[in-house]
Each structure stands twice: as C-alpha cells, then as structure tokens.
C-alpha cells in the first residue's frame, strides 16, 4: 500500500499543479508573442488571407489569449488557495451539517450528492463572470456572440439543472458499486461506467440536445440529395439528416455525425451553410427570414454544396477507418486503468488526510483525490499521445475525402471556415504539438496537394 505520508502526497500535489500550470503559462506566451509580432499575411498565405482578414483573425486570437491567461492564473491561485484550506473537507462538512439539519446523519450517497451540488454551485458562481465576459466582450467584440441576455442566463440555468440530474443517478451508482463490489468493485465500476456512456449517447441526441438547440430535418434539394449520395457511396448508414440551429449563440460552424449501428444521423450546424441555404432551412419550418437580422458576415460566410460534401466526406472518413471505436476502445482501457488504480489507492488513509479528511474516506472523495490529483501527470502524458494520434487520425481522414475526389472542395472549405471563425494560421510548433488535436491549416493544405 501506499507508503509515503499525507504531507508528501499535498505537496507533491501541489508541486506537479504548479508545474503543469508553468509549462502551460510558458508555451501560451510563445504563441502570445506571434500574435503580437506577426502583423503582416506571410508570403505563403497570400492567396489564403488578405490583410484584413488577417488581423481581425490576429487580434482575435491575441485577445482569447491574453484573457484565458487571466482566467488560467486566477484558476490556479484559486485551487491552490482551496488545498490549503482544505476545500473539499469545507464542501463535504457542509452538505454533512446541511442533512443533520433534516435529521439524515450516515448517508453517505445523499451527503456526496449535496456535496457535489455545492462545489458546482461555487464552481459555477465563481466563473459566470469569465463566461460572461469570454461571450459579451470577446466574442461579441468580434462579432461571433449571437446570444441574449436572457438566452445565456437560460441557458446556463438549464445546463445546471440537467448536468445536475445526469449525474446524481451516475455518482449514486458508483458509490453503492465500491461498497457492493468487495475487493473487485473496479470490474463492476468499469462495467457500469460503459453502460452509461453508452446511454448517454443514445439519448443524449433525442432528449437532452434537443433542451438546448433547435434541430430541423435537413429540406429535400440538391444539398440533401448530395450528402444522402456520398453516404450511400462508402455504406455510411444514414438515417437522418439535421440542421442545427447554432447561429442563435454563436456564428462558429461545425458539422458532426453519431448514432449507434444503421441508426446514424448526421449534424450541420446552419452557421455551416450558405445564406439560401439557411433561408430554404426557415421556410421549411414555416419561420419568417429576415433579412435584416443578417448581418454583412453572415451574408458573406458558409460553404457551398461541393464544399459541406468535401467536409462530410472526411468527417464520415472518421468513421470508415474505424477511428471513433478506436477512440472509444482507448477510453474504456483508460477508464479501466483508473479504477484499477483507485480500487488499490482507496483504503490509503495518508491519501484522505492529505485533503483534511482525517476522520473519513469517502469514496467520492478518494474517486476525486485519484482521477483529478494523484493522476494527473499520467493524465498529462496521455493527453499529449492522444493529441498526437488525433491530428493522425485528421490527416487520414483528409486522404479518405481526397480519394472520394473531394481534395479541391475539401481544402476550398477549410480555408472558408478558417476565415468564417477567424482562426490565426501560424502556430508555434511547440505550443501546436502540445495543444492541437487538429493539425494547423497550412499542414493540411499541404498534404492535400498530392491528390489534386
């Protein structure tokens, strides 16, 4: 069993918090300094970026920066502050007295549930001011925020209330599977915890996206009859196609695909599409477009049919080489490792009384104290792999939409999206390698010369 003392585990915590921030800190301010340095189109970006589009892209991304630096240092002195005093002994005693205030002493699933309701209401409280300002100055100075006051602050509430009925049931399970379980609980907890993913995916697209988006069958045109073409080409089975409506919070585009077996749907967000596009999308619902309410970048913004083919063709490459269940077949092995790790860490008295718990050994809170503290350099490797075999994963996805055909469409559209969401195209390389899980524009426009 574990043999060093709590002291050695809280600093040792602490140290690793601190590292991990620094080495961030660092390689974000390498990228800050492009930002501020490099104020003209490089020569290889002239025929991609004018000069306009260039610096609004440019200051974008310095302003994003400059602010999650703030928010990243207030962050870390924040926990850092919640470790010397023992914030989770706080949250916990609280929700304790909160249920011997209605006579409920020795439940310890009802206590974890308040306890984790508490540390999300402070979580919550404490960063609403960053959010709102991330969406009503950033993003709004930049033209992107579509959101109201009154949508944002129901919007918040609503992710509140349902992440918090997600995941009471879930956290409820686990703790009575440790106790259940006996010495192999892991193998149930692992069991359990692909269970639920794989529900939450199932009913996540029907039931809870819908709370928080409008989803509108894609009308019948060309655009549908070309996607429903291309899917039937390489044997995707699709079974609906969805408009989602994106542009009410932000003018950011996506698409994306999910679904189990032959029930596949795939999502285009109407920020993705051409402006008749999204007026045929509003008259299929029977909804008025006004024409005022578009603004001169949404006119102008959104790819054509060949263009959201191209697209689809690589995001439904994902698919063809098999890298959502090989992503998904990573997660699970991780998932198993970790709890394999808890189950050994979890009788660890040092390991409690390291964050105040001298007197308990809850099993959220040693679930916490593993996955989120004693983890992390772990975690931290294992990120970066992961980063390194998603940007694998997109080069070969791109290859499968070139060998569709689709290279000129594909890298037509990545250019347009990366002037619809003004990304900044030039990256240092340490700072790309360690945060992009895509890789940068100009890479993927290069590896795609070979097909056309």
């Given at each position: ?19 991990e ?13 492009i ?32 602010f999650g630096?703030i ?19 706080i949250?916990?005693?609280?929700a ?20 984790t309701?508490?540390?999300?209401l402070?979580s ?7 959010t ?16 109201t ?6 919007d918040?509430?609503k992710k ?13 399970g686990i ?25 939450l ?9 819908p709370?928080f988006?409008k ?10 009859t070309?996607?429903?073409?291309l ?10 196609l ?5 542009s ?10 999910y ?46 049919k ?11 490459g ?20 970790m ?6 860490l ?15 050994t ?12 004693i983890?992390?350099?772990y ?5 970066f ?12 996805a791109?290859?499968?939409?070139a ?14 999206l ?16 360690w ?18």
């Amino acid at each position: 069993m574990l043999e060093v003392n709590a002291d050695q585990i809280f600093y040792g915590v602490l140290g690793f918090m601190w590292l991990e921030f620094l080495w961030e800190a660092y390689i974000g301010s390498r990228q800050r300094k492009i930002y501020k340095t490099q104020t003209t189109v490089p020569s290889e970006l002239t025929k991609i970026l004018d000069e306009d589009t260039f610096t609004k892209a440019r200051l974008y991304a310095l302003d994003r920066s400059s602010f999650g630096s703030i928010q990243g240092l207030f962050s870390q002195v924040l926990s850092t502050g919640l470790l010397y005093v023992s914030g989770y002994k706080i949250f916990w005693d609280l929700a304790g007295d909160t249920l011997n205030h209605f006579d409920y002493q020795g439940y310890e699933i009802l206590q974890s549930l308040l306890f984790t309701l508490y540390l999300s209401l402070f979580s919550t409280v404490i960063g609403l001011p960053f959010t709102i300002y991330s969406t009503f100055v950033i993003e709004e100075r930049h033209g992107f925020n579509k959101q109201t006051a009154g949508f944002f602050v129901k919007d918040q509430i609503k992710k509140f209330i349902v992440g918090q009925l997600i995941q009471a049931p879930i956290l409820a399970g686990i703790i009575k599977i440790v106790y259940w379980g006996g010495d192999h609980f892991y193998l149930y907890l692992w069991l359990f915890a692909m269970l639920m993913m794989l529900f939450l995916m199932t009913v996540y697209p029907d039931l809870i996206a819908p709370l928080f988006d409008k989803y509108t069958p894609l009308p019948e045109g060309e655009l549908k009859t070309g996607i429903e073409e291309l899917a039937a080409k390489i044997e995707f089975p699709l079974y609906k196609l969805y408009v989602v409506e994106g542009s009410k919070r932000s003018s950011h585009s996506n698409a994306y695909f999910y679904g189990f077996y032959k029930f596949k749907r795939i999502v285009l967000f109407d920020t993705l599409l051409e402006i008749e596009e999204r007026k045929k999308i509003k008259e299929s619902i029977g909804e008025e477009w006004k024409e005022e309410d578009q603004d001169e970048k949404s006119r102008k913004s959104g790819c054509n049919k060949e263009e959201i083919l191209a697209v689809l063709g690589h995001e439904l490459g994902h698919w063809k080489l098999n890298h959502v269940l090989k992503n998904i077949i990573l997660a699970q092995v991780q998932i198993f490792l970790m709890f394999l790790l808890f189950a050994y860490l979890s009788k660890a008295k040092p390991l409690y009384v390291a964050f105040g718990f001298s007197d308990s050994t809850p099993v959220l809170i040693g679930l916490m104290i593993v996955l989120q503290y004693i983890l992390a350099p772990y975690s931290a490797v294992v990120n970066f792999l992961m980063t390194v075999l998603s940007r694998k994963f997109e080069f070969q996805a791109d290859r499968f939409a070139a060998e569709l055909g689709l290279a000129n469409d594909l890298g037509s559209a990545l250019i347009k999206l990366n002037i619809d969401n003004l990304s900044f195209p030039i990256y240092d390389w340490l700072y790309s390698a360690w945060n992009h899980s895509h890789p940068p524009l100009l890479e993927r426009l290069d590896a795609l010369k070979k097909y056309k």
